[in-house]
T-cell receptor
């Protein structure tokens, strides 16, 4: 079993839709949960992160972590064509190392 | 503030050759991590350097090595290149402490023929 699992998609939605992107993980030692966005032929861009369980909101984006079920979610409200990209979840441990464990990413396509 | 820069952006090498990639972190960041991205395996951690010391290493063969200089700039080297080393190599910089926010460069696309 991979440490971090993500549905690769593609997930196709119309502009304005609410998008839900999800990851599951197996390592209970993960404490920080990062979300990255990667456009084609670019490096990943840090969107937001949460620490432990709970929600965090940043503009149109909300990150949610449920450590009891080892489930991570990213919600995008009022999705825009410019949100079309691959979204990667990347948890890490609070171990003194900056080591991200990435899911394979979910490709999101938002059509106008 | 300038972002993470990587050079070169594109590279074509022949099997058996070696290659050196360079990464300049965000000013003030002391940690540099390297990742390999391929369509099949996704993003995989290679190693992390902090204050010129390697403090964590991923599951890659010894042909992959790196170093960090006193100004936090980092290089990674791959010797005896194989076709399977064709990938996007990404470096990420951070302060090296919680919450370990890491910022990626644009990557170096290496093609081995």
């Amino acid at each position: 079993q991979k440490e971090v699992e993500q549905d690769p998609g593609p997930l196709s939605v119309p502009e304005g839709a609410i998008v839900s992107l999800n990851c599951t993980y197996s390592n209970s030692a993960f404490q920080y949960f990062m979300w990255y966005r990667q456009y084609s032929r670019k490096g990943p861009e840090l969107l937001m992160y949460t620490y432990s369980s709970g929600n965090k909101e940043d503009g149109r984006f909300t990150a949610q972590v449920d450590k009891s079920s080892k489930y991570i979610s990213l919600f995008i409200r009022d999705s825009q064509p410019s949100d079309s990209a691959t979204y990667l979840c990347a948890p890490l441990m609070n171990s003194g190392y900056s080591t991200l464990t990435f899911g394979k990413g979910t490709m999101l396509l938002v059509s106008p | 503030k300038a972002g993470v820069t990587q050079t070169p952006r594109y590279l074509i090498k022949t099997r058996g050759q070696q290659v050196t990639l360079s990464c300049s972190p965000i000013s003030g960041h002391r940690s540099v991590s390297w990742y390999q991205q391929t369509p099949g395996q996704g993003l995989q951690f290679l190693f992390e350097y902090f204050s010129e010391t390697q403090r964590n290493k991923g599951n890659f063969p010894g042909r992959f090595s790196g170093r960090q200089f006193s100004n936090s700039r980092s290089e990674m080297n791959v010797s005896t290149l194989e076709l399977g080393d064709s990938a996007l190599y990404l470096c990420a910089s951070s302060l090296g402490r919680a919450p370990y926010e890491q910022y990626f460069g644009p990557g170096t696309r290496l093609t081995v023929t």
